[in-house]
């Protein structure tokens, strides 16, 4: 049966569930924070360090995996990368101090940071324009769903298991998961013209970077991610503390909380927008920037009711409308780097892309974490508004100035093209 599915959807469909497990892993912590504070003895200022330690690491160490991943086989790297960050996780589930904590969230940081580089451009590798913003939908999906599942599910363990079981199965699912990977993974076509074309007179990362620092449509899409990032990751690692202090659910009911109303709409949208991507190259080379600007801006106005402490029906109700609009841009993300950026540089640029996003993120849960007695998280929540509108507005400058220059000049330097 399994040989009936096209090799690249038999891709895509791995991809998703990896995807799943990589981001319950990294999301996981943000359910157990109530418990793991009082067994670790951890403050609010600590937990805001895990979180910048993560995103910290994970951003250092994307663009080194984007280059490699541009050099050798994007599955192996998928592979290795699955396999360490589910034995961390595991590990993760093993500390015993604050200090040790920090260290697995930096070493989650680390193996985390070779996955989505190599993934991304291996789904750019076997599906062109017309199923591209599909199998990348497909992909985030599978992101979406492990953050919601992840999220609810540690928090519903340690409500009566305590905040360690989580971590022990989620790690077990990644190291079964990577047993089947054989059975679903193959490196595109595109790999073997890229490394037969690689010249030795001139190394790889310094030809990647030079050709995105040429590049001004990845520039504003590096803007937008950090802009949108801040806001984002602080949203991630502390909503479902903000549901338990603000409104006293219970942990499990706090965790799900928090990832399924900021998350699950986003199941539907992330479905949504891969159609609607593919529909909107159709009428317009650039739709898919258009697309993702608009979710930003469209949907940036509703976080302005966290601000004046609303109920819980009003504050669950934004966030299904932004969190429903938003998504139907993310499949748009890497298929427009997969359109301004030639094959053979696909991974550095969803590396370097991955580490403005991170390491902007990790700035907002650290700083949300050191502010959150003096402001409230109301507040810092209604601020993040302004930031998703500036990244709209930046992507509007792109689609309007540079867009179509940058996939004319990929598309003359595609490995086929010689």
Not at 56 to 70: C, E, H, R
Not at 311 to 327: E, H, M, Q
Not at 330 to 335: M, N, T
Request: glycine letters at 12%.
């Amino acid at each position: 049966m399994l040989s009936k599915i096209p090799v690249p959807w038999r891709v895509a469909l791995f991809l998703s569930a990896a995807a799943g497990l990589n981001y319950a892993d990294r999301t996981a912590l943000s359910s157990v924070i109530p418990p793991l504070r009082a067994d670790l003895g951890a403050t609010d200022a600590q937990i805001g360090w895990a979180g910048l330690l993560f995103l910290w690491s994970y951003a250092v160490f994307s663009p080194m995996a984007g280059n490699l991943a541009d050099k050798i086989s994007r599955t192996r790297i998928i592979l290795w990368s699955l396999v360490g960050w589910s034995l961390i996780t595991l590990g993760t589930g093993l500390v015993t101090g604050v200090t040790s904590l920090l260290v697995m969230r930096a070493a989650l940081g680390v193996a985390e940071s070779f996955y989505l580089p190599a993934a991304a451009a291996l789904l750019g590798d076997h599906h062109g324009a017309a199923t591209r913003g599909k199998a990348m939908g497909l992909h985030m999906l599978g992101l979406n769903l492990g953050v919601l599942l992840g999220g609810s599910f540690a928090g519903l363990l340690a409500e009566y298991f305590g905040w360690r079981p989580g971590f022990w199965v989620l790690g077990g699912a990644g190291l079964g998961l990577a047993c089947f990977s054989r059975f679903f993974l193959v490196d595109g076509s595109v790999m073997g013209r890229v490394q037969a074309e690689a010249t030795p007179s001139r190394p790889r990362p310094a030809q990647a970077w030079g050709y995105l620092l040429r590049t001004p449509t990845f520039h504003g899409m590096l803007v937008s991610a950090m802009v949108a990032g801040v806001a984002s990751w602080t949203f991630l690692s502390w909503l479902p503390l903000f549901f338990s202090e603000n409104y006293g659910l219970k942990l499990g009911a706090a965790g799900l909380a928090g990832v399924a109303l900021y998350k699950a709409p986003g199941l539907v949208g992330t479905a949504l927008g891969g159609w609607v991507s593919d529909f909107a190259i159709r009428r317009d080379p650039r739709g898919r920037i258009m697309v993702k600007a608009l979710s930003f801006l469209v949907s940036s106005p509703f976080l302005f009711f966290f601000i004046g402490a609303p109920n819980l029906v009003l504050v669950a109700t934004t966030l299904v409308f932004t969190s429903l609009i938003r998504a139907v841009g993310v499949p748009s993300e890497h298929a427009i780097l997969c359109e301004v950026v030639p094959a053979q540089f696909r991974s550095t640029a969803v590396g370097l892309y991955n580490t403005c996003g991170s390491a902007a993120g990790g700035i907002g849960v650290l700083l949300a974490g050191l502010f959150k007695q003096d402001l409230g998280l109301n507040l810092i929540f209604g601020a993040s508004s302004a930031l998703y509108l500036l990244a709209g507005l930046v992507l509007l400058a792109v689609h309007r100035y540079c867009m179509l220059r940058d996939m004319a000049r990929a598309q003359r330097h595609e490995p086929s093209a010689a």
